[in-house]
């Protein structure tokens, strides 16, 4: 199994952000503001695109927003891979804060790359998440 990690447009991300996180939503609904300046990537499974993630912000915060793996793929380390590098080129490029709202459901996972809840649980379109944070140049 060949795994690659590159940049994506954020075009590309929209059918797997829509698939996986707010399938009941229209696609519209996955397109968030500031897609056009943030960077985007993506993780394939040979050359099929099974995972996407989005770094908003500048060096001193970047948060990560709109993670996903296509469900077919969950759970064989497309996630890991994908974050462990993006944490990495964010962290190259001088980022401090890096931060996500994480859906209460994936806590543990984030936990796994020593990212640490922040606050109380609050809802998104009935969802529960957390803030959770991690300083890359710690």
């Avoid at 590159?6 to 939503?25: G, Q, S, T, Y």
């Avoid at 996903?68 to 793929?73: H, K, L, P, Q």
């Avoid at 790359?113 to 140049?137: A, C, D, T, W």
């Amino acid at each position: 199994m060949l795994l690659k990690i590159e940049r994506i447009d954020w075009r590309e991300a929209l059918d797997i952000r829509h698939r996986v996180l707010w399938p009941h939503k229209a696609i519209e609904f996955c397109h968030v503001q500031g897609d056009e300046h943030a960077r985007h990537y993506g993780v394939y499974c040979e050359s099929l695109l099974v995972g996407v993630a989005s770094a908003f912000g500048a060096a001193g915060s970047v948060q990560l927003r709109k993670f996903a793996v296509d469900e077919a793929y969950q759970r064989q380390g497309f996630g890991r891979a994908l974050l462990k590098r993006l944490m990495a080129l964010e962290r190259e490029a001088g980022c401090v804060v890096f931060w996500c709202d994480a859906r209460e459901n994936a806590v543990g996972f984030y936990e796994g790359f020593v990212m640490r809840v922040e606050g109380e649980r609050f809802y998104k379109s009935s969802q529960p998440y957390f803030k959770m944070s991690i300083n890359l140049q710690a």
